[in-house]
């Protein structure tokens, strides 16, 4: 795997001395060909700097007699916080930069913030950026699985987990993810509330693409249904099954144990209510994970 590049602390300390730095990089990654969008009605003709003030534009496309203005935050995460860009933009660093994610404790004591709730706040604003709404269908070999957050971690044992399946309603306490990974590509998360065939099948529709070559899967049975859309195979774990040829999920576990890791080792308890707010962030941070401006990619995300 390529090397990861992740600005450093003194690189971090070097680019962004000033909140002016940061509305600059941030105007740079949000409106790369310089043409500034109006946030509110996503025209570019009708908008213009205002002379007396930096980092405010007005458009004259929405509001063609007053002009609306709004400033380089304006519908971005920043808004409406008594926190200047810089301490967003380090927040956002220390979340990259840790493989495994950092807890809004470990925000709070670093950033020296007196109240708890605002690091809490401030991470999840981030996450709730970090999520991909629009991404490309995944294409080629695609791995899809699912695990059980909340209580003990994935059940090995098929027949527990076709029992939580007969259920329709997953394990008590415990909450699905069913995640798609694209062999050396992306990977597209959802935290589901049913766990139930049609859910996992309206998410493998709307995650990956109807030209992918090949799905592979565990004998989970809510699976059974994609044979018909898709050229399916399975290997059967609860038979010491794990890689028949190309046939494997080698690839999901991977980013189920980047999860398991984050939410166990990091987050401790991660209440079902937060939980896709969190698969976010390691779905953004496995995707980026060879991206050389992955901080880049984060800003203009928020
Ligand atoms: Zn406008």
Same mark, same amino acid.
């Not at 980092?55 to 926190?83: H, L, M």
């Not at 200047?84 to 670093?110: C, D, N, P, Y």
């Not at 259920?167 to 062999?183: D, L, Q, S």
């Not at 049913?194 to 859910?199: D, G, I, L, P, S």
């Given at each position: 795997?390529a090397?990861?590049?992740?600005?450093?602390?003194?690189?971090?300390?070097?680019?962004?001395?000033?909140d002016?730095? *940061?509305?600059?990089?941030?105007?740079?990654?949000r409106?790369?060909?310089?043409?500034?969008?109006?946030?509110?009605?996503?025209? =570019?003709?009708?908008?213009?700097?205002?002379?007396?003030? !930096?980092?405010?534009?007005?458009?004259?496309?929405? !509001?063609?007699?007053?002009?609306?203005?709004?400033?380089?935050?304006?519908?971005?995460?920043?808004?409406?916080?008594?926190?200047?860009?810089?301490?967003?933009?380090?927040?956002?660093h220390?979340?990259?930069?840790?493989?495994?994610?950092?807890s809004?404790? +470990?925000? +709070?004591?670093?950033?020296?913030?007196?109240?708890?709730?605002?690091?809490?706040?401030? *991470?999840?604003?981030?996450?709730?950026?970090?999520?991909?709404?629009?991404?490309?269908?995944?294409?080629?070999?695609?791995?899809?699985?699912?695990?059980?957050?909340?209580?003990?971690?994935?059940?090995?044992?098929?027949?527990?987990?076709?029992?939580?399946?007969?259920?329709?309603?997953?394990?008590?306490?415990?909450?699905?993810?069913?995640?798609?990974?694209?062999?050396?590509?992306?990977?597209v998360?959802?935290?589901?509330?049913?766990a139930? =065939?049609?859910?996992?099948?309206?998410?493998?529709?709307?995650?990956?693409?109807?030209?992918?070559?090949?799905? *592979?899967?565990?004998?989970?049975?809510?699976?059974?249904?994609?044979?018909?859309?898709?050229?399916?195979? /399975?290997?059967?774990?609860?038979?010491?099954?794990?890689?028949?040829?190309?046939?494997?999920?080698?690839?999901?576990?991977?980013?189920?144990?980047?999860?398991?890791?984050?939410?166990?080792?990091?987050?401790?308890?991660? /209440?079902?209510?937060?939980?896709?707010?969190?698969?976010?962030e390691?779905?953004?941070?496995?995707?980026?994970?060879?991206?050389?401006?992955?901080?880049? !990619?984060?800003?203009?995300? *928020?």
């Amino acid at each position: 795997m390529a090397r990861i590049h992740q600005m450093t602390i003194p690189e971090f300390e070097l680019a962004f001395v000033t909140d002016e730095d *940061c509305a600059d990089y941030l105007i740079a990654h949000r409106w790369p060909h310089g043409v500034i969008v109006c946030p509110r009605c996503g025209e =570019t003709e009708k908008v213009f700097s205002v002379k007396t003030m !930096a980092y405010k534009w007005q458009c004259y496309s929405c !509001a063609p007699d007053s002009g609306y203005r709004f400033s380089v935050i304006a519908g971005t995460i920043f808004e409406n916080t008594n926190k200047g860009l810089r301490e967003w933009f380090h927040v956002i660093h220390m979340m990259l930069t840790s493989k495994k994610g950092v807890s809004a404790l +470990q925000v +709070q004591r670093v950033m020296g913030f007196g109240s708890y709730r605002t690091a809490w706040y401030m *991470c999840h604003r981030v996450r709730a950026g970090l999520a991909d709404e629009n991404f490309r269908k995944l294409m080629g070999i695609v791995e899809i699985d699912e695990t059980y957050v909340g209580g003990s971690w994935k059940n090995k044992h098929v027949s527990v987990r076709r029992q939580a399946h007969k259920g329709g309603r997953g394990t008590p306490g415990k909450t699905m993810i069913v995640a798609a990974v694209e062999r050396g590509g992306s990977v597209v998360a959802l935290v589901l509330d049913k766990a139930t =065939t049609e859910a996992l099948g309206a998410f493998v529709r709307e995650a990956v693409s109807d030209h992918v070559s090949l799905i *592979c899967t565990d004998q989970y049975p809510g699976y059974n249904a994609l044979a018909g859309r898709y050229i399916h195979r /399975s290997v059967d774990h609860s038979k010491g099954q794990y890689v028949v040829g190309a046939i494997h999920t080698q690839t999901i576990e991977g980013f189920w144990s980047l999860v398991k890791r984050g939410v166990v080792g990091t987050f401790h308890k991660v /209440s079902a209510k937060y939980l896709p707010l969190y698969v976010a962030e390691f779905q953004f941070r496995y995707n980026n994970q060879n991206n050389d401006n992955i901080f880049g !990619a984060a800003i203009s995300a *928020c």
